[in-house]
């Protein structure tokens, strides 16, 4: 099994920071040929959508348009870790973020139905 455990988020100020953290237990993500470790979020009322997107073996990145160049996602193989750092945020990026993972990728890293292992969720709140 592959289990994740979040931390990080809390409540910043418009034009604040904060990094998101996502560790593997169980099995490490480096343990498999086609891993994906993607980040999600979802805000009251709306659906869970694609933030950003590691491929672990090949270190491709994958970010949503509306945080390009904002936001960004990286690795600690040692510590089985990725990150999230979060630069520049809006009150429009509040919501609940989720990591999940896919140790056997074979579909689209853009939708959360194709990712089988999900952590347990980090509230990040944006003030205005």
């Known amino acids: 099994q592959v289990q994740l455990v979040q931390s990080g988020g809390g409540l910043v100020q418009a034009g604040g920071s904060l990094r998101l953290s996502c560790a593997a237990s169980g099995r490490t993500f480096s343990s498999f040929s086609r891993t994906i470790v993607g980040w999600f979020r979802q805000a009251p009322g709306k659906e869970r959508e694609f933030v950003a997107a590691?491929?672990?073996?090949?270190?491709?990145?994958y970010y949503t348009d509306s945080v390009k160049g904002r936001f960004t996602i990286s690795r600690d193989n040692a510590k089985n870790t990725v990150y999230l750092q979060m630069n520049s945020l809006k009150p429009e990026d509040t919501a609940v973020y989720y990591c999940?993972?896919?140790?056997?990728?074979?579909?689209?890293?853009?939708?959360?139905?194709?990712?089988?292992?999900w952590g347990q969720g980090t509230q990040v709140t944006v003030a205005s």
């Open positions: 999940a993972t896919d140790p056997r990728y074979s579909g689209s890293l853009y939708y959360p139905d194709e990712y089988n292992y």
């Open positions: 590691i491929n672990w073996s090949a270190g491709r990145i």
